[in-house]
């Protein structure tokens, strides 16, 4: 099993509600009203993504982004 970092972005009023995209599969991408919908969707997201990169024989990234926060005055 892998794990790969996802970025969340939450959307602009009277637009998708939540957004994410993966740093280490260029592409991949999913959209969901609420939170946990959104991560169900991307998770099916990257699964299709590496279902569909082993179908062309193509290589399958390894999950290599990290994720943190910095805290910065503001």
């Keep these: 099993m892998k794990e790969y970092a996802i970025v969340i972005h939450r959307g602009e009023p009277g637009q998708i509600a939540w957004g994410a995209t993966v740093p ?3 592409g991949c991408v999913s959209v ?3 939170l946990e919908e959104l991560k169900a969707n991307i998770r099916e997201a990257i699964e299709l993504h590496l ?3 082993a179908a062309e024989g193509l290589p399958v990234p390894e ?3 990290q994720v943190s926060t910095v ?3 503001a």
């Design 24 to 26: 280490d599969l260029p």
């Design 63 to 65: 999950p290599t982004s």
């Design 71 to 73: 805290a910065v005055a």
């Design 51 to 53: 279902e569909g990169l």
């Design 32 to 34: 969901g009203d609420t």
